[in-house]
């Protein structure tokens, strides 16, 4: 298995919110208090990520210094601890003033109070979500809404540690998102329209850099390959990929001693590019004139942007930089991110088709990816090796991200199985999906959304979690169930 190359990293903020005059009146709650917040924090530092803890807030000045505590250390994720009953005077400084995702954490340490013994400092203990609507109220005033609220019981709640693992999931997410260089290299193809996108639109709207690779620079970088790392790269592709004798289509051929050599120096190349570039994932598109070198290295990048993207750094083709977001976004939510559009419906079996031409993420690849060599590559130009294999057997994820009439992105998601049966031999991928309870009513419903005809495939449900994400980034979603 191809080790990933960059890590998931996310950074959660958490604090603690309380009525001050509590810790006056009744003795032992403090410790008690203190307690649970830190079984919380081991609770959230669990899923991998980075966590500051600013501590109890039991006051509104107290607030005003926590919020510029929690803009100083640049979190991802702000989780508000309702650790107990707090005015909303000593939360509303830090709403104001962050701009993260706040997330309110309802959790009770007991699943219902002992009614023998209940008493005030009993119910102080869990009254958790006794302040949850005043502050979502106030949150709508500031017009900053909360972005979730998780409510439940702090010990052995399932649904509750799911959520919070979601929550750090799109910390992650976030983290990677902020900076990241998605690079466009080549040009857009002028005759699909659903491809065409302003960098400087997804820059505000995804916090990301798209630097203009021109394809000197990988032409450059492809001059500049070593032999020694061209045959490491053809040992890795021999080791990682099967190569089986055609089958039944007449474009596909045994995977040539010529192809592996081109792929292989063409990925060499695209290594150096995305070093040199500080690249975190790449979109591009390019033709070039018959017989060029340009054309040879641009059209023989299927393996190695396959092997790219198994290591973290989503690359895909034909210019699309909106579903390289939709890739990232899935790579750093651990289930994939192939390059997919939808292929021919098998009717009698409820299934439809999912794949592409292009590159994918091996990491949730079922069994070993085939290298075939292809004589012609249908609808381009340019010859070689090409990807196929089908995602994994279960549960599976859609990401489109397309635009509207006025410019706004908008997130199409949708979910359901990836299916055991056959594939065409064709050297792209394809996988069977099905969706309940009728595949083809499900795909008018998603086609109706207007995605583009690319979208991110993923392993798992995760349409909620990607939903979470959308909000956190004030794009407009919607599920296709």
Sequence with gaps: MIERKVKRVGKVGVFAVIHGIYFEQFKGLEENLRKYHEDLCKLIKSNDVELVD???V??????????DKIVAENVDVVMCNMI????SSVFAPILQKINSPMVLVALQPRAAMDYDRADTFMQLENDNICSVPEFCMVAQRYDKPVTDVIIGTLYNDEKAKKEIADWCDVAKVLHGLRGARL?????VLEAMYDMHCDPTAVAAAFGVHVPLIEISD?????????????????ALILREFETPDPVSDPVTRKLTEEDLEQSARSAVALDILVDRFKLNGMAYYYEGADGSPERKVATSLIVGNSILNAQGIPMCGEF???TNIAMFIMDKLDIGGSFAELHPFDFNDNVIMIGHDGPHHMRIANGKPILRSLIKYHGKLGSGASVEFKLKEGPITMLGITQKADGKFK????????KEGPIPPTGNTNTRGYFPPDTKDFIKRWIIEGPTHHYALGIGHKADVIKKIADSLHIESVIVR
């Design 320 to 322: 699309d930089i909106k």
């Design 411 to 418: 997130f199409v998601i949708g979910e359901g199985y990836s």
């Design 218 to 234: 990988l032409m450059e970088a492809y001059n500049d390959v070593k032999e020694e790392q061209v045959e490491e790269k053809k």
């Design 183 to 187: 690079g466009l290299m080549g040009r």
């Design 58 to 67: 039991d006051s509104n000045a107290k607030s005003f210094e926590v919020a």
């Design 54 to 56: 600013f501590g109890f």
């Design 84 to 87: 107990t009953y707090a005015t």
